[in-house]
């Protein structure tokens, strides 16, 4: 089982509310991440958690939170977003972070955001 | 950080034609993806290659590590191979880096 599962797939939300995107992955996979995709544009990384850790932020926003619960479970806290901030939201995962050579990343089907 | 260049942006193919994407990086990689994301935003893993020849069906990739650059064929296309096809690499810093996708359209 290959599968990385994102909730929701779809979210509206307005400029003062707070929700959560949720990732889960069952590979026993270590290193997990959260992408950022605007319309035509590739992935960009936000963060990356290994053995639960934050290990890379890359600059982003407070308004974005992220939290790893545990090792299969990923969510990203939103607050106050703005609506340049709405894009697709992706989630992937990968064996380690830290080994010599990468390992391969496996991504769930996003989260399509829109804040009005 | 390490750039990676896709060519050619944008490919239009009749049905049953063959088509090679180019992916070039800039520093030595520990990891190279090759994906196809769906109309969906759904990204498919297609290969794992960091280096050497993979195939899979009507797919198959190649990276030349040491030239630093990887590419991908995809022979007898079909029009459900339309989507954009990203290459993605690894340096040391655990960070996957994608490059800017080749869309491809596949005409009936």
Partial sequence: DTEVTQTPKHLVMGMTNKKSL???????????YWYKQKAKKPPELMFVYSYEKLSINESVPSRFSPECPNSSLLNL???A???EDSALYLCASSQESNLPRGTEAFFGQGTRLTVV | GIQV??????????EGANSTLRCNFSDSVNNLQWFHQNPWGQLINLFYIPSGTKQNGRLSATTVATERYSLLYISSSQTTDSGVYFCAVEANDYKLSFGAGTTVTVRA
Avoid: F, T, V
Wanted: charged share 20%.
């Fill in chain 1, 77 to 79: 806290h939103l607050h």
């Fill in chain 1, 81 to 83: 977003l703005q609506p």
């Fill in chain 2, 5 to 14: 260049e896709q060519s050619p942006p944008d490919l239009i193919l009749q």
């Fill in chain 1, 22 to 32: 949720k990732c889960e992955q069952h590979m026993g996979h270590r290193a997990m």
